[in-house]
């Protein structure tokens, strides 16, 4: 038996795997995770490794390969526990160990230490004197400026004394080489928000949050870990049960993680968090440097902070002893990885709390199918919070039918009762935000005067128009001409719908000249912190109205918002990919919380063409039970998750058709293969083009393959993508795998 193993997991250099022979006495204790010893280089000095992998076979010349000398007993490290999730990810969700091990480990690349430099003074002040005195009399200005100042202080910060006493690198070369101070320095940890003197913020838990902080703490008290369904409205104050949680969990020694979307991280949300656990917290981020990002890491594990806030990749932590991830509107589709390994946050949360004996807690107001399912159950355990904390009544939602505007005159993509209730809110001083969809009123066609919208016959899904003009089916591939005339209604009013956050805030400075408008989208936010600083001022009443996308709906807490409009809708309701409906229930979910958040009621108006659509209808009564019902009664009979697994095999290439010729063969390959186990349920759909068709000048094509996700199912792929590559197609394209997906690639 062989074993490879990593020897410096700190460096970027992760690329260097050395195998190692397994010594008999040994072979039944090393496993992938472990920490062994190794004789290393060429002096064969004793140093740490960790396995990353075991096989039979050796890939070097056998007479070379060194022996593993033995196990590391000092302790499980966390280390050994992070490169064991990495291998668990590798065989779940496919790639290389590589990928997946860049994936956990905390990586430190070059040059990224911070180094504070200090000037200690190292005469006394005797001594000192009289060089300040011998500098003034020589008329060396600076070296006297600084010694005067290493009088009044024996510590000098070096890049204070540079740009503040305006004294040159020379200067203090000079000094230090007369022995008058030293040169040191410190390696200082960045910690990306100083935590002030904030207060904490007393309140009085409802009877619900103190519900679910008692089931959890209790639990946590005997021992038992759990997953825990925190199903609460928004505004139930979900944030809050979280954090006493936590502290329950630090209070017994041990760390949490908290993943949130990277969107909803503002400023307001992490400031939650530090008036409650202070310095102990620290946050990841997007906008951290690699380094700065190592720094915090490394804090964690040196156990200089219990919280770690922070997207997808906060779940990587190296905690020593950890005892809890949260996982905060856990339905969100960016807690899957787009990238190899394409994991998903909340499975592998549950697999690193499972073996690190922690619980989970998934927070959402609109849970996703799956979760919600595996708490019905009995899987999870589900508390439920069903009123706003502050006891608000919920926004009052009207859906307005856009067809019907239509035919009362009204062309603007403002309906009537929008435009009313905007001017409404302009004279009282209350705010407005409108959202649209973010994949925005583009694809997809449909009729202004009837709202009929062109679906594939065989799949329910609506139609795309594709550069060829033909209109085509993203799931089966069927396609048919481009239609000029309404086939329900005969009107020519009928074709591709786009608008976008612009045009719309364009509209709106036209029918309220007077109003003081904000666009928030990728565009206006792209700078740094621009996306905070507009937030704020919004905040503060410097606008009236926000025009954004639904990227910027969470999380946020405006007192003064008493209006919410949503549009453009639509074309999520008509979206391919099994997920559109949960999707739509929650975007509206999410976009109405926002709406009457203090004393004032709130409003919501939903604009669209199919208002008898009974998920609008169900997000309109905010009605998740029912719309959990129905929607989970239709995965079952259409055999989509949680009732089966989905994975993709997504091609791409820079030739069309040899992207659809390799994903033909792959499909050949697949059946072959699958021939050989008529036993092992499976469907294929496709090959069909891409969700996006063309990225980069590269065309892309998949196979949707529905199946039992389980090991058999991945080597079955596995061994397909081998006979695959052995054959060498001459038509070249790149194939992803991505096992656990969502629908899209
Ligand atoms: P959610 O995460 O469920 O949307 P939050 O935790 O953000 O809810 O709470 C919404 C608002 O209500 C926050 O401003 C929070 O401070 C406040 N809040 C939460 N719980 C209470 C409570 N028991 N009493 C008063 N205010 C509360
Ligand atoms: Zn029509
Ligand atoms: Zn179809």
């Known amino acids: 038996m062989f074993a490879d193993v990593i020897i410096d997991i700190q460096h970027e250099k992760l690329d260097k795997i050395f195998q190692y022979r ?28 960790y396995v990353t992998a075991l096989s039979k076979t050796c890939d070097y010349d056998i007479s070379k390969v060194k022996e593993i000398a033995d196990i590391s007993r000092s302790g499980v490290e966390i280390e050994a526990k992070l490169i064991a999730l990495a291998a668990w990810m590798k065989s779940n969700y496919g790639g290389t160990m590589l990928q997946s091990l860049k994936t956990v480990l905390p990586i430190k690349e070059k040059e990224n230490i911070k180094v504070k430099k200090r000037l200690r003074l190292l005469i006394d002040r005797e001594t000192g004197e009289k060089q300040l005195h ?58 990306p928000v100083h935590a002030e003197n904030i207060q904490k913020k007393e309140i009085i838990y409802t009877q619900e949050q103190k519900r679910a902080i008692m089931r959890f703490c209790k639990d946590y008290e005997n021992g038992i870990r759990k997953t825990y369904l925190l199903h609460g409205v928004t505004g139930s104050g979900k944030t809050e049960v979280y954090m006493e949680m936590i502290q329950s969990v630090v209070d ?67 905690f020593p002893n950890l005892g809890l991830i949260v996982i905060d509107e856990e339905h969100e589709p960016t ?36 979760a919600m399912y595996r708490a019905k159950n009995g899987e999870y355990v589900l508390m439920e919070m069903k009123n706003r904390s502050k006891m608000q009544d919920p926004a009052e939602v009207y859906t307005v039918d856009m067809r019907k505007e239509l035919k009362n005159g009204n062309r603007s ?33 449909s009729c202004r005067e009837c709202g009929h919208v062109i679906k594939c016959p065989h799949c329910d899904v609506s139609l795309s128009v594709h550069r060829d003009g033909k209109m085509r089916c993203h799931y089966c591939g069927y396609e048919q001409t481009h239609v000029k005339i309404c086939p329900e209604c005969g009107s020519d009013h009928i074709g591709e719908f786009r608008a976008g956050t612009q045009q719309i805030e364009e509209i709106v400075k036209t029918v309220f000249p007077q109003a003081r408008v904000l666009r928030m989208d990728q565009d206006s936010t792209a700078a740094k912190d621009a996306h905070e600083k507009l937030l704020a001022k919004f905040a503060r009443h410097e606008y009236d109205i926000m025009v ?22 639509d074309s999520l309701l008509f ?26 009621p709130g409003f919501a108006i939903i604009q669209t063409t199919d208002p008898d ?34 994975c993709v095999v997504g091609f791409s290439g820079p030739k069309e058709i040899e992207v659809a010729r390799a994903a033909a063969r792959f499909s050949a390959l697949l059946g072959r293969q699958a021939a050989q186990q008529p036993d092992l349920p499976l469907r294929v759909l496709g090959p069909t083009p891409g969700n996006i068709e063309k990225i980069n000048e590269n065309y892309r094509y998949k196979l949707t393959i529905k199946c039992r996700a389980d090991k058999r199912f991945r080597d079955l792929v596995r061994q397909t993508l081998g006979l695959y590559e052995q054959e060498k197609l001459p038509s070249k394209a790149t194939v992803v795998v991505d096992m656990h997906s969502d629908g899209d690639i």
Not at 361 to 369: E, F, I, N
């Open 575 to 600: 979206a391919q990919g099994f997920r559109a409906y949960e999707t739509v229930f929650s975007l509206i979910t999410q976009v109405v919380g926002r709406s009457g958040r203090a004393k004032d």
């Open 613 to 646: 659509n009974p998920v609008l209808n169900l997000a309109a009564a905010q009605d998740y039970d029912a719309f959990f019902e129905q929607e989970i009664a239709y995965r079952k009979l259409g055999l989509y998750p949680p009732f089966c697994g989905l």
């Open 22 to 49: 397994i010594p008999e006495r040994l072979e039944h204790e090393v496993e992938a995770g472990m920490a062994v010893v190794v004789p290393f280089g060429k002096g064969n000095r004793k140093t740490k490794g």
């Open 413 to 445: 993509i403002l309906s009537e009762q929008l435009q009313r209730l905007m001017k409404e809110r302009l004279e009282k001083k209350e705010q407005t935000m409108l959202f649209l969809n973010r994949r925005g009123y583009s694809g997809f066609v």
């Open 335 to 370: 807690y899957k990885s787009e990238q190899t390994p394409r994991y998903h946050a909340r499975e592998t949360a549950l697999r690193r709390a499972q073996t690190e004996g922690a619980s989970v807690v998934l927070g959402s107001a609109t849970p996703s199918m799956e």
């Open 134 to 191: 011998y500098y003034l009399e020589k008329n060396q200005k600076a070296r006297a400026r600084l010694m005067a100042a290493l009088l009044d202080d024996q510590l000098l910060d070096y890049e204070l004394v540079r740009k503040k006493l305006n004294i040159t690198a020379t200067v203090i070369r000079a000094l230090e080489e007369q022995h008058v101070l030293a040169v040191e320095s410190e390696q200082v940890y960045r910690n």
């Open 252 to 318: 017994k020694g041990k760390q949490a993680i908290v993943l949130i979307p990277e969107i909803a991280l503002t400023y307001q949300t992490v400031m939650r968090f530090y008036r409650r656990f202070k310095d102990r917290v620290s946050v990841m981020n997007s906008r951290l440097s690699a380094g700065e990002r190592y720094d915090q890491m490394m804090r964690a594990k040196a156990g200089e902070v219990d919280v770690m806030i922070g997207p997808r990749s906060a779940l990587f932590t190296p």
């Open 548 to 569: 954004g996308t639904q990227m910027v709906a969470k999380g946020l807490d405006f007192e003064d918002v008493t209006l919410v409009g949503v549009l453009g809708i």
